[in-house]
């Protein structure tokens, strides 16, 4: 059995079905959210509306019990939370390790929206986080 079909034993469909749907979402408009915090102009907005992004990614995956996906959800969640507080310390090495992490969250999705058998294992520099 599936991750998919395992959550929807576990959970109503229809919640397994929105949190695709928003995970999706959510996924599609991280890289171009990730990358135009390059541009200082933009980088407030970006920094928030990725805060958020990442927010509702780790509750939504804490509900489902998709632990994997809440953990780097968290992880990314801090280290917004730290450019909320701080935007000027945006680097080159800070966008590259969100693109990292932008590229794991869409690989997962695809694995649970095509019901593969588990998550893949979390990539090696997602370890290596900017200081």
Request: overall charge negative.
């Amino acid at each position: 059995m599936g991750i998919r079909k395992a959550l929807e034993q576990e959970y109503d469909y229809e919640i397994v079905d929105e949190f695709l749907d928003h995970f999706d979402i959510m996924t599609d408009v991280m890289e171009p959210a990730i990358i135009a915090m390059e541009k200082p102009e933009a980088r407030e907005e970006k920094i928030h509306e990725l805060f958020r992004i990442f927010h509702n990614i780790k509750s939504a995956a804490s509900f489902l019990k998709l632990e994997r996906i809440a953990l780097l959800a968290q992880l990314a969640e801090e280290v917004m939370e730290e450019l909320r507080a701080n935007p000027d310390i945006v680097s080159e090495a800070i966008i590259d390790w969100l693109l990292v992490v932008s590229d794991q969250m869409r690989l997962w999705y695809g694995q649970i929206a095509s019901d593969e058998e588990s998550l893949a294992e979390t990539d090696p520099k997602i370890l290596n986080m900017p200081e």
